[in-house]
């Protein structure tokens, strides 16, 4: 990459003057100092734009000063700080994180990160306040469709019916017989030919091989379930494994468990499952940076199996959490959560 130093623009390699004002390009390579001070300088447009609330000029220069330093935990630190303003808390912790898996030691960082932790459970917990009054809306909504709905298909019957008497006629009086010799019988309606409904075909769709379907996971996969499963903290929270599956491209562990359904089932209980779950599988593989907690439970009747619980939460937020952690604490790192709407 270079450089045009009076109009500080970064250019490509091949270009030796600068399109703008012509002057002579100096290579990036010529010093690291350069580079240092482009660095600097692309932060300082990238934070005068966020003051501006220009966010797209701020993301752009962030993201070149992150191009050309990649190790500086500072760019990311920025970029999380823009999102934040935005409101996009998702992106910011994620930013966030990245900055402190190049500087663990970053305390501003960490007080950004359990900020916006706070802030995403108080979004969640003004969210289920409002949710109530939202489903007595959308019930009563979906009463009166409902209704309107099964009034629109009596009509219909109704109409239907009275049609179809109007066009009915009227039975015809039976002729005279006629005399008939001795030893004749009358024809009846049995002589004539009678349409017959065919018989439904015979089923002759093999049954599925019994190995139709079936999961296969790796030995990894098939390890961390087993010792997932061997763990007396989870065992303790009433919750059992059912599957793993891991996505290596992002260092993605996705944990599927259960747990049985009752009347006192509680937020508070499947947050602790889940929670265990994914501290002890950060602890079996270090490569793991994102553990997707998926909770099951199984209701009687004819609902069955339902999902009852998802959510994602990254190492550096579970390793944040001391080891006493409030129920509140716990779901505080968890993002974007999904709640069966059964479960209080």
């Known amino acids: 990459m270079r450089r045009c130093d009076d109009c500080r623009i970064i250019l490509e390699d091949e270009v030796r003057y600068c399109p703008k004002c012509g002057g002579d390009v100096a290579p990036e390579n010529s010093s690291a100092t350069n580079r240092d001070a482009d660095v600097h300088s692309l932060l300082a447009s990238a934070n005068l734009h966020r003051i501006r609330a ?10 070149n000063a992150l191009r050309l330093d990649p190790r500086n935990p500072d760019v990311p630190s920025l970029l999380g700080g823009i999102y934040e303003e935005r409101g996009m ?77 109007v066009n009915v006629t009227p039975p015809q009086p039976p002729l005279p017989a006629a005399s008939l010799p001795y030893g004749s019988s009358p024809r009846t309606s049995s002589s004539e030919p009678q349409l017959q409904r065919p018989s439904a ?87 793991v940076k994102f553990v997707t907690a998926r909770c099951l439970i199984e209701i009687s009747g004819a609902q069955g199996t339902q999902i009852a619980f998802v959510a994602d939460i990254a190492r550096q937020s579970a390793d944040a959490l001391p ?21 209080q």
């Open 54 to 63: 220009e966010w797209d000029s701020a993301i752009e220069d962030a993201t």
């Open 89 to 165: 808390h998702d992106e910011a912790m994620a930013w966030y994180q990245m900055a402190l898996e190049i500087n663990p030691d970053s305390t501003p960082d960490k007080e950004r990160l359990l900020r916006l932790s706070d802030l995403i459970l108080a979004d969640n917990k003004r969210s289920e306040t409002a949710s109530p009054s939202a489903l007595h809306r959308n019930t009563k909504l979906a009463w009166a469709i409902g209704g309107v709905f099964i009034l629109i298909i009596i009509v219909a019957v109704v109409s239907l019916i009275k049609v179809r008497n």
């Open 201 to 287: 075909p015979a089923n002759t769709s093999t049954p599925a091989s019994p190995s139709a379907g079936a999961s296969v996971r790796t030995p990894g996969e098939v390890y961390i379930r087993s010792e997932l499963a061997a763990t007396q903290a989870i065992a303790d929270t009433g919750a059992g494994i059912n599957d793993v599956i891991a996505d290596p491209r992002a260092g993605v562990v996705s944990v599927t468990f259960s747990v049985p359904f009752s009347p006192v089932l509680t937020k508070d209980r499947i947050i602790a499952a889940a929670a265990a779950t994914a501290r002890r599988t950060f602890e079996l593989n270090r490569e």
């Open 323 to 343: 080891a006493s952690a409030t129920a509140d604490q716990l779901s505080a790192v968890f993002t974007r959560q999904w709640w069966n709407p059964q479960i």
